[in-house]
């Protein structure tokens, strides 16, 4: 047996290519979604609308017989397409042949007359996931969207998230007869009806350089406890945030930390607890302030707030206000696998934190940072020492 996989383009029989439509007409049985079947009939009698997980078991249960497939697939084949899913689970011995189609990103960034050779692609179809993180720190974002979320939704999360003035480009039905293009802002399309066949590109002018380090002057202070840039780099280099990473923070005080965590967790989204309304606040202001929108935060005193959050990977927690030990076991509960980092000041917090790790068993490491500043004084600079402040890690050793 031989599978050829052919891209099928975005719908429209014209942007079938010569090669797609020769595999097509030569193949001995033709395997396709239901929405390709009418333009694909009038190529060959030889078309079944069937299922990705039922192709492959088709083509594996009839992997020994001298027949071609063609499996055609909507878009590309290269980009979000069953094509991957087919080639990871048929048989290694079944000869297979991708073909590649006109994609809906090439296709629609034509129609927009604009290049896409610096923009970032994401996946929204079938998913439950938020486009915000990406829209945050890129320039143009490209996502397909349908399923559980579509373009409506979309625009509602970015509205939420404060990116109300990004230029949403939606692209429905692409080169259908029931085709629209749009452009205009999250609003504009929040209330609005749209098919899963659709496609956006949201350009943020706005977007934040992820890579940079976050320095205090970037912050509005206000009343609240904040923790300084030295200690703040210490903290994201003992929790090794990954760009998926769920985050928490826990006693989020300015929001410094929170911010700077986001940064890291860039196509993820940092859970924030603070117990007081003013600090949730003025979180919210220096979200605005470093353009980290890939925040959601709640005025709650952990571990109230944090059950509906999902699992987190990393978790800082700068203010435990006593509740260590339940704010723990309720991160824990969701993932063992969680790992922690506690900042600490005084020799009491110190000591009950690693006795709540130990209890927990934990494996511990500890850093004591004694930063001291240059101040200017006159024509000199005096170093001016800061109080120590310890970075507790821990994290589970489990068994594999």
Known sequence: MKVIVAGAGPGAADLYTDKMI???RSADLVLTAGRLYDSLSALTDKVQVMGVMDTVSYINAHGKEPIIICVAASGDTGFYSIASTIAKNVRPEIEMEFISGIGSLSCFMAKLKLGYEDIKTVSLHG??????????YHEKVFALTGGTLKV???????RKAGLSNVTMYIGENLSLEEERILTGNPADFAEMEFDDLSVIVVENKNYANRYKTLKDEDFVRGKSPMTKEAVRNLVLSALEIEPTDVVYDIGA???SVTCAMAYKAFESTVYAVEKNSEGVELVKQNMAATGAGNIVIRNALAPDGLSDFPPADKVFIGGSTGNLTEIMEAVLAKNP????????VTLETISQTTEVFKALKMET???CANIATAKKLGNYHLMQADNPVY????ARKLEN
Do not use: H, M
């Open 22 to 24: 020769q595999a097509v």
């Open 127 to 136: 998913r439950n996931k938020s486009i915000v993180p990406y829209v945050c």
């Open 152 to 158: 409506q939704d979309i625009a509602k999360q970015l």
């Open 253 to 255: 005080g300015t929001g």
């Open 337 to 344: 696998a969680a790992v922690f980092a506690v900042t600490a």
């Open 365 to 367: 490491e500890v850093v």
């Open 391 to 394: 970075i507790i890690k821990g």
